[in-house]
């Protein structure tokens, strides 16, 4: 319905479109809390870092192969968690990523954990900095001690 300016002054809505959207919020609803469970049971590690290293998401996997929460690396620099050889081995990796946006990198390096122990993983990265709802670097790793 219109004012008396001619503007737009009420919208009127079927019932129809309101089922939907219901339909649709319960939908995403549902596939937000699949997402968050599969996160959670993965044997992978999921995280996003930003172009100088800094630890912006990780996934709850790696507290159990690592001993470290999420709480506890979020706003790191990843390079800390690594040293000698396998952080210029990183360092590289994400070098890499950061300047090619149409491929992933992959290499096996060494983790240290909080146990003081290390463990090796299998690390791939991907540069997603355009995609809004990332805009970092895609890491995923999985122990292959």
């Known amino acids: 319905m219109y004012n008396y300016k001619g503007a737009v002054g009420m919208a ?15 939908n995403i609803s549902i596939l937000k809390k699949g997402f ?10 999921f995280e996003i870092i930003s172009p100088n290293g800094r630890i912006k998401y990780i996934s709850p996997a790696i507290e159990k192969f690592t001993g470290y929460r999420p709480e506890e690396v979020i706003g790191k620099c990843c390079l800390d968690f690594f040293e000698g050889k396998e952080r210029v081995k990183i360092e590289k ?12 990198f992959q290499d096996d390096i060494y983790f240290k954990t909080r146990w003081n122990t290390e463990i090796c993983i299998e690390v791939s990265m991907r540069n997603h900095l355009n995609e809004p709802s990332i805009r970092g670097i895609v890491i995923s790793w999985r122990d292959i001690s």
């Open 36 to 45: 968050e469970v599969l996160i959670q049971e993965s044997n992978d590690v």
């Open 93 to 104: 990796l994400i070098e890499s990523a950061v300047n090619n946006t149409d491929q992933s």
């Open 12 to 26: 009127c809505f079927s019932e129809i479109d309101v089922c939907c959207n219901e339909c649709e919020c319960e």
